[in-house]
């Protein structure tokens, strides 16, 4: 590897609730460099979770954040000429970064409704434990635990 690695940027907390998870958030939503149509997209998205459930929508947010998290994931190791599926534990960046992708992708699979409405439907599914976003997580805690015997190669 050459030169220096590059330092990691700080991230500014978004302009309605002060929260840098948001702003991260509203950075993975949005294409094209379209920001304030995603941020639309995510401040949306709460307002329909507070309307929906009656509760604060940054705590349902952030309770979904918590769900959806994995703990541990399986990175494929080459050891004399197999290939293993190791588990290995999730630095918080990454979990972070797993939590989003999943949620949105769950979010974009969903047909017949806007973007900020299907966000709000897996935030709240994510909040009871339900919905896509906490199916994948429970598939890569399953395929961890199956290859507890190989976490010595990690």
């Known amino acids: 590897m050459r030169g220096k690695k590059a330092p990691k940027r700080k991230i500014a907390a978004d302009k309605k609730f002060a929260n840098v998870t948001i702003a991260k958030l509203i950075n993975y939503i949005m294409k ?3 920001k304030s149509v995603a941020e639309n997209i995510v401040y949306d998205a709460i ?3 507070s309307e929906k459930t009656k509760q604060d929508g940054l705590f349902m ?3 979904a954040m918590k769900n959806i998290q994995p703990s541990v994931e399986v ?3 080459r050891v004399g000429g197999a290939n293993y599926q190791v588990p290995v534990v999730v630095s918080q960046e990454r979990k972070n970064m797993l939590t989003f992708r ?3 992708d769950a979010s974009r699979a969903k047909k ?3 973007m900020a409405e299907k966000l709000a439907d897996e935030i709240i599914l994510a909040n009871n434990n339900e919905g896509d976003a906490i ?5 890569i805690h399953k395929m961890a635990e199956a290859n507890k015997a190989f976490a010595h190669f990690g």
């Open 135 to 139: 199916k994948k997580k429970m598939n």
């Open 47 to 49: 307002d329909i979770v």
């Open 112 to 114: 017949g409704k806007r």
């Open 102 to 104: 999943w949620l949105i």
């Open 32 to 34: 094209d460099g379209k």
């Open 75 to 77: 990175r494929g190791r």
């Open 61 to 63: 947010f952030t309770q």
